[in-house]
């Protein structure tokens, strides 16, 4: 990834560290949470309706932040735009290890989880939540160009670790040596984002259904 | 489809000629060109930039049309997006029947054409436009509830004519007879729009490619 704010994460501890000299401890955490709650609202809305139709007013008002203090926690909407795809990526990747890292299960079980637990989830929240990553790629040229290269190796890394996780079921010879895991994995997201897609349109988890059977006809034919 | 409004059609014609009585035959044909031009404004923003961020009075700006008028040829942006929505659809299905149903060619080869059409269009522009439907898809929940069945019923459409396609394909052998071919055609256009989004946001045909290759392999093996 390209960018550079990484909320959840270490990354602001140094300035908070710097900052800790002249400042009381309790501030920095306020701070800190205030980013968060921004950060929490902002995924909220743009999961369900996208960059575009989210404005920042709606945002900060869902928040319960000042429109004032917005440019204390974000240098621009940009910026912001950024930290929500670099958080929504990492809350992503713990969903996905729990899943297909999961040794207890053998690596293609762990591909049909994920599937499954991806059906609760969306019904759990009525189809009104999407991909963030979907979301934002079908707006891509609505958005700073910023975003193009950083969603797309958001893709790439969830890609690598379907890809790792398919080579695990070709050494457990659950799947043939000659398939290309990297190709099927990419295969995988490619189809999938548009399983999302139509299962929102239709409140129904179907297309996910669809989509996931056809997946895995191709894999045990491979 | 559940909607009334069809432009490119012969819906506005009744109205035209019971008008003609009073009115001069230049005066429709104007109007109906203005209303032609909207359209035609709304579809190049529209499967560029998707709903939410492809304001009225850029539209307007964009097909010179003054905003005063507007409401002349469409009751409300709501009835305009459904226009939208249904020309798109009219004109998609011109487009997949003129490669579906090409005698000429055998039934898997005439998805094959579709397929390279659909990349050389994508190329030609750029990667620039998307689908609408796929678009308005996904903006599904910021946008007025009556289009989810309309973009529902397009899709549906589309899948029956690549299914209508796939059966010919069984009857000429080409297919396995087991098949369910309507169901192929589901996962066909629930991936397809993945590909299309994913394509747009990496600016190559990669995607396509990609896609189109795993359901080849996986209609080669049934």
């Given at each position: ?33 205030t980013?968060?709650q921004l950060l929490r609202a902002g995924l909220e809305m743009l999961?369900e309706k996208?960059y575009?139709a989210a404005g920042l007013d709606e945002i900060l008002r869902h928040a319960g932040v000042p429109k004032g203090s917005f440019y204390?926690y974000f240098?621009?909407k940009?910026?912001y735009?950024?930290?929500l ?138």
């Amino acid at each position: 990834m390209t960018r550079s704010s990484a909320p959840h994460s270490t990354t602001a501890a140094p300035t908070a560290a710097v900052r800790r000299r002249g400042r009381p401890r309790k501030e920095d955490s306020l701070a800190q949470e205030t980013r968060q709650q921004l950060l929490r609202a902002g995924l909220e809305m743009l999961t369900e309706k996208g960059y575009s139709a989210a404005g920042l007013d709606e945002i900060l008002r869902h928040a319960g932040v000042p429109k004032g203090s917005f440019y204390h926690y974000f240098s621009s909407k940009e910026a912001y735009g950024q930290a929500l795809i670099d958080d929504y990526g990492r809350y992503f990747v713990r969903k996905l290890d729990r899943w297909l890292l999961n040794a207890g299960r053998e690596p293609l079980q762990r591909i049909a989880d994920f599937i499954d637990d991806a059906c609760h989830g969306m019904q759990r929240h009525e189809f009104r939540k999407g991909c963030l990553v979907g979301n934002l790629g079908q707006e891509i040229m609505a958005l700073p160009e910023s975003f193009r290269q950083q969603l797309s190796d958001v893709f790439n890394d969830w890609q690598q670790r379907l890809a790792a996780c398919l080579k695990e079921a070709q050494t457990q010879q659950q799947l043939a040596s000659a398939v290309d895991c990297e190709q099927l994995a990419a295969f995988f997201w490619t189809g999938w984002e548009g399983a999302v897609l139509r299962a929102r349109l239709e409140k129904s988890n179907e297309p996910l259904r669809v989509f996931a059977a056809g997946f895995f006809q191709l894999i045990s034919r491979s």
